[in-house]
């Protein structure tokens, strides 16, 4: 079992809707949590951390934690034709910066 | 300030080659990281190196060594190159609770 999990979809969500993303890890002793954006043939780039549980906006996204459930998910409103790409969950699994990133999730909106 | 420079952009190896991947950050970073990404898979840590003169396993070493050879870098070797090590090859740097920046990648075909 990989350590941080993704559903590969593809995800297709109509334009303008709310894209939503998730993920599971294994490691309850994680500490700090990623969303990367990456457009095929380019490198990851960073959307969200988040550290604590509960939620985090910034702008169009949400990133949501529940370290309990061991589970993050990234919320994308007024999804846009841009917003089409792969997303990256990461996770420091402990405290010697050890990062893992699941397989990703390809979206596809729809215009 | 260049951020994560990756050499080179593009190789192609014959089985049973050797060849070295290098990467430099600016940044004054501490973390630095070697992933591999082939289709479907997301990005795999192969090694990573928390501080100067440190390094650990990830999740794939079989077939690669690494070097921290200073604080800016951090190499890549294959010894003995299969077709199996064909990938996208990402270089990463990370400061103290900050995000993860990635180089450009190398793109490795092992014919």
């Known amino acids: 079992q990989k350590e941080v999990e993704q559903n590969s979809g593809p995800l297709s969500v109509p334009e303008g809707a709310i894209a939503s993303l998730n993920c599971t890890y294994s490691d309850r002793g994680s500490q700090s949590f990623f969303w990367y954006r990456q457009y095929s043939g380019k490198s990851p780039e960073l959307i969200m951390s988040?550290?604590?549980?509960g939620d985090k906006e910034d702008g169009r996204f949400t990133a949501q934690l529940n370290k309990a459930s061991q589970y993050v998910s990234l919320l994308i409103r007024d999804s846009q034709p841009s917003d089409s790409a792969t997303y990256l969950c990461?996770?420091?699994?402990?405290?010697?910066?050890?990062?893992?990133f699941g397989k990703g999730t390809r979206l596809h909106i729809l215009p | 300030n260049a951020g994560v420079t990756q050499t080179p952009k593009f190789q192609v190896l014959k089985t049973g080659q050797s060849m070295t991947l290098q990467c430099a950050q600016d940044?004054?970073?501490?973390?630095m990281y070697w992933y591999r990404q082939d289709p479907g898979m997301g990005l795999r840590l192969i090694y990573y190196s928390a501080s100067e003169g440190t390094t650990d396993k990830g999740e794939v070493p079989n077939g690669y060594n690494v070097s921290r050879l200073n604080k800016r870098e951090f190499s890549l070797r294959l010894e003995s190159a299969a077709p199996s090590q064909t990938s996208v090859y990402f270089c990463?740097?990370?400061?103290?609770?900050?995000?993860?920046?990635f180089g450009p990648g190398t793109r490795l075909l092992v014919l």
């Open positions: 988040i550290y604590s549980n």
């Open positions: 990463a740097s990370r400061g103290r609770l900050e995000t993860q920046y």
């Open positions: 990461a996770v420091n699994m402990n405290r010697d910066d050890k990062i893992i």
């Open positions: 940044m004054n970073h501490n973390s």
